[in-house]
Nanobody
């Protein structure tokens, strides 16, 4: 049974920092690329950051590049999102996402339950 435990969200002032964690179980974590998505009220879910299965490759959306850092610990089956210099527009529910393409035409994907991040003074 696939499970995610997301933590680290909360209320922070503009310019502050938060570190999100997503602990996974029920699948072979080290086979999966991991993403952090976010969704604000009235907006579509958008990809914020991604990391390869080995952790050697990362990519970021323009709106978080230079402020957020994605990382993973395959020994702990956990992916992280370090968020610095937070802005009010970063307010959203943040979701971790796991994906794996074992063969052409097949994709396995799982979602966490989301954690709320609110940036406000």
């Amino acid at each position: 049974q696939v499970q995610f435990v997301e933590s680290g969200g909360g209320l922070v002032q503009p310019g502050g920092s938060l570190r999100l964690s997503c602990a996974a179980s029920g699948f072979t974590f080290s086979n999966y690329g991991m993403n952090w998505y976010r969704q604000s009220p009235g907006k579509e879910r958008e990809l914020a950051a991604a990391i390869s299965s080995t952790g050697t490759a990362t990519t970021y959306a323009d709106f978080v590049r230079g402020r957020f850092t994605i990382s993973r610990d395959n020994a702990k089956n956990t992916v992280y999102l370090q968020m610095n210099s937070l802005k009010p527009e970063d307010t959203a529910v943040y979701y971790c996402n796991a994906y794996y393409i074992p063969r052409l035409g097949e994709r396995r994907e799982y979602w966490g339950q989301g954690t709320q991040v609110t940036v406000s003074s």
